[in-house]
């Protein structure tokens, strides 16, 4: 199972990277989205990658096979800053492509 989280987290890691690169101002908004995804998926992955495991401490069970809740809380609360991140991103790109006419992060059209 951590095999294959790692592969995710570095699959969606050079996918975002390489969309930030773009000079599409859509392509840079989405590939900040997939890395944001990539992190979210890291913390959850330190927390310990654990099944069928209570979160909450009960008794007659060992403190030490319970899931942290910590990398839980932090995922969520990144997940809706990211949400609303992105969603600013997304109204000052159609600002800007209202103004300016286009949507490179330069400023500069394609040549035809």
């Not at 095999?3 to 690169?21: D, H, K, P, Q, R």
């Not at 969603?87 to 006419?101: I, K």
Request: with cysteine; aromatic share 6%.
């Amino acid at each position: 199972m951590e095999l294959v989280l790692s592969i995710a987290i570095g699959v969606m890691t050079a996918c975002g990277v390489w969309l930030i690169l773009r000079p599409r101002t859509y392509q840079v908004i989405v590939g900040l989205s997939l890395l944001s995804y990539a992190v979210n998926l890291f913390i959850f992955g330190v927390g310990g990658v654990k099944s069928n495991l209570p979160p909450i401490l009960q008794d007659g069970v060992d403190p030490g096979t319970l899931t942290d809740p910590v990398p839980q809380a932090l995922v969520l609360t990144a997940i809706v800053i990211g949400f609303a991140t992105t969603a600013l991103f997304l109204v000052v790109m159609l600002a800007s492509r209202g103004l300016t006419g286009n949507d490179h992060v330069d400023g500069r059209n394609d040549p035809k």
